[in-house]
């Protein structure tokens, strides 16, 4: 009964703003063809590239890639300058697209210029045809300015064959695991999810035909898979063979779903099944094998039912781009007694009566941002209590939340960082609190 699960899950993390998106496109070539072409188009010339062009982005999806090829001519031009070409050549495609977008926010930088649409940022990537290379040349401002050479179209084709090869299964499970990354603030690229799921589905057939009734055992295997890799610096991109850097650690939490997933293929109903698969990949999972045409209505209901619980996701595109780690101090009357997280591989369950300091451990997100705290208890006490709380609130600048154990039950503590209205990294501890003082 898993596979209807599946089917709505896949549904429910569909881009759904594809028109507002193809609009941004049509734009955005409509004018560079015109001034660097003297055409009017609003399709030659570009390619959408990125995970919306392997078409395997997910709803939410806050940065979109395409590349627009210019004359090679433009190039030759360039090219000889002598002071960084790159950097003035990203300078002239932002004065374009600003003759557009006068009232947009439009930078130039590395090597795409990037225009903000309110929920999303397209980055574009002015480029030239060279046939010799099998692949678009493209200027790097870093150190004095480069030219260098991507390869997307092989890595696309790769990503297609590969797909048509497994039923279709390639995509969409780099949508899911794209819902479980977002979810647990785990920090790995759209490019590394993909060819992590390549390289999988290539060391195996056991799943090429397969459809929706197995995703659970193949969720299993696939995080086993994942969690296991050995730390690397990059790995190789399906088909153009290029380097695709590792800027996190993925493997632990990955090892932590695949225990999870063996958890929800265990489970002897449908109702726990569902609830765990909803721990590893988030809301957009459905909590129910019937009515599954209402689902939408279904995951309302749910997060209606305690009306001071609020969701990030229903404030933020999320796009997991950084790491994050909070921990708490735990005291005794004021006395330090250790930190949560080495507190808990000893202790079950907290006494009540503790204090509680939440505090960011560590993060590698660039300032400025806003950092966002959620306190949530769960369980009957906490209903008894009326204190189920949730509410996403500001943090008062320190970097901390000071809390205390005060009753029983298995609570959490969530920090979300917001960065240029994204959220870009969040994390997220357990707080059992035991009946004894």
């Not at 360039?78 to 300078?91: A, E, H, I, V, W």
């Not at 399906?238 to 932590?256: D, E, I, L």
């Not at 979300?416 to 501890?429: E, M, Q, S, T």
Request: net charge neutral.
């Amino acid at each position: 009964m898993s596979a209807p699960l599946f089917k709505q899950f896949r549904d429910n993390i569909a881009v759904q703003n594809a028109t507002d998106i193809s609009t941004s496109y049509a734009g955005i070539t409509k004018r560079l063809n015109l001034d660097f072409w003297d055409i009017e188009s609003d399709l030659t010339h570009r390619r959408q590239v990125g995970s919306y062009g392997r078409n395997t982005a997910v709803h939410g999806v806050s940065d979109l890639d395409m590349v627009f090829e210019l004359p090679w001519s433009t190039y030759e031009k360039y090219k000889t300058y002598t002071n960084n070409g790159p950097s003035q050549l990203l300078q002239a495609v932002r004065n374009s697209l600003l003759t557009r977008y006068p009232n947009t926010t439009i930078k130039g930088d590395g090597q795409v210029v990037s225009i903000e649409f309110g929920k999303f940022r397209v980055e574009v990537l002015p480029a030239f045809w060279d046939a010799a290379a099998d692949g678009y040349r493209f200027g790097d401002t870093h150190n004095g300015g480069t030219w260098k050479i991507c390869k997307p179209i092989q890595e696309i084709d790769a990503v297609n064959q590969r797909n048509k090869e497994t039923n279709r299964n390639l995509k969409h499970v780099c949508k899911m695991i794209r819902a479980w990354k977002n979810f647990n603030g785990v920090n790995i690229s759209g490019m590394l999810i993909d060819t992590l799921v390549y390289n999988f589905f290539g060391q195996t057939d056991e799943y090429d035909a397969v459809s929706y009734g197995s995703y659970d055992q193949l969720f299993v295997s696939l995080f086993s898979y994942t969690g296991n890799l050995e730390h690397q610096e990059f790995w190789l991109a399906p088909g153009s063979g290029q380097r695709v850097n590792n800027k996190g650690k993925f493997q632990s939490k990955a090892k932590k779903a695949a225990v999870k997933c063996q958890e929800a293929l265990d489970a002897g109903t449908e109702k726990k099944k569902a609830k765990i698969w909803r721990d590893v990949f988030g809301r957009s999972f459905p909590i129910e094998v019937v009515k599954l045409e209402k689902a939408a209505v279904i995951n309302e209901a749910v997060s209606d039912r305690y009306t001071t619980e609020q969701f990030i996701e229903d404030q933020f595109p999320i796009d997991i781009q950084f790491d994050l780690e909070i921990n708490s101090e735990v005291t005794t009357n004021g006395q330090h007694t250790g930190h949560l997280r080495a507190l808990s591989k000893v202790f079950i369950w907290l006494p009540v009566g503790r204090g509680l300091r939440f505090f960011v451990e560590s993060s590698d997100v660039p300032a400025p941002y806003t950092l966002l705290w959620k306190v949530r208890n769960v369980g009957a006490e906490a209903e008894r209590r009326k204190m189920i709380r949730g509410n996403i609130v500001l943090d008062e600048g320190k970097n901390e939340r000071i809390e205390k154990t005060t009753f029983h039950g298995e609570h959490f503590v969530e920090a979300y960082v917001i960065k240029d209205g994204v959220c870009v990294a969040r994390d997220l501890i357990d707080v059992p609190i035991s009946e004894n003082i």
